[in-house]
């Protein structure tokens, strides 16, 4: 079957450094991607990776390790508007987005 | 990014009335364009997928008569929920892939509907 797992909820202190890891199972593989959802709102993109390594941009970076089945976003600098969702979805081999619950990030001061 | 609309953002209705949402690709071509529902604080849940000029893909369990998908242009997809009931309640949301950049799908805004 098709698997995304993520920790449900993560809290971190503004200013900080905040690591999201996410493990997939997914029938094929075609890249994977990394939303923000704020409450309420709908899905914003943030990255794709499709080649293991890492994609810097900006605060956030996304990592990709195909072999293991694993992703993480890095968020730097922590700021109060970060507080959101942040949803891990993979392409399966038929480029549809499998989603998972995703993370709920709580900002603190 | 690419910017992907929906109208209208907020809709009450009546229990049996149909309701349509309209999603736009504002920016760019959409050869394909999906359609979620979310209910609160759960996945994104796919009912369908559409392409430009051909008959809707439904998932299991999504009612293909219920909720009409018509994809009749590059940038316009509509979702309508014929005789909705207080169950349909939910947060209905487009996402729009252009033919050039076949990976991301660009989120519209969402659609709020609320049937008594």
């Known amino acids: 079957g098709q698997n995304i797992d993520q920790p449900t909820e993560m809290t971190a202190t503004e200013g900080a450094i905040v690591q999201i890891n996410c493990t997939y199972q997914t029938s094929g593989f075609n890249g994977l991607f990394w939303y923000q959802q704020h409450a309420g709102e709908a899905p914003t993109f943030l990255s794709y990776?499709?080649l293991d390594g890492l994609e810097e941009k900006g605060r956030f970076s996304s990592f990709l390790s195909r072999s293991k089945g694993y992703s993480y976003l890095l968020l730097k600098e922590l700021q109060m508007k970060d507080s959101a969702s942040y949803l891990c979805?993979?392409?399966?081999?038929?480029?549809?987005?499998?989603w998972g619950a995703g993370t709920k990030l709580i900002i603190k001061p | 990014g690419a910017v992907v609309s929906q109208h209208p953002s907020w809709v009450i209705c009546k229990s049996g009335t149909s309701v349509k949402i309209e999603c736009r690709s504002l920016?760019?071509?959409?050869?394909?364009m999906f359609w979620y529902r979310q209910f609160p604080k759960q996945s994104l849940m796919l009912m369908a997928t559409?392409?430009?000029?051909?008959?809707?893909?439904?998932e299991q369990g999504v009612e293909k008569d219920k909720f009409l998908i018509n994809h009749a242009s590059l940038t316009l997809s509509t979702l309508t929920v014929t005789s909705a009931h207080p169950e349909d309640s939910s947060f209905y949301i487009c996402?729009?892939?252009?033919?050039?950049?076949?990976?991301?799908?660009?989120f519209g805004p969402g659609t709020r509907l609320l049937v008594l």
């Open positions: 996402s729009a892939r252009s033919g050039r950049e076949q990976e991301t799908q660009y």
């Open positions: 979805a993979p392409f399966d081999s038929n480029y549809q987005l499998i």
């Open positions: 990776n499709v």
């Open positions: 559409s392409n430009e000029g051909s008959k809707a893909t439904y």
């Open positions: 920016d760019f071509q959409a050869t394909t």
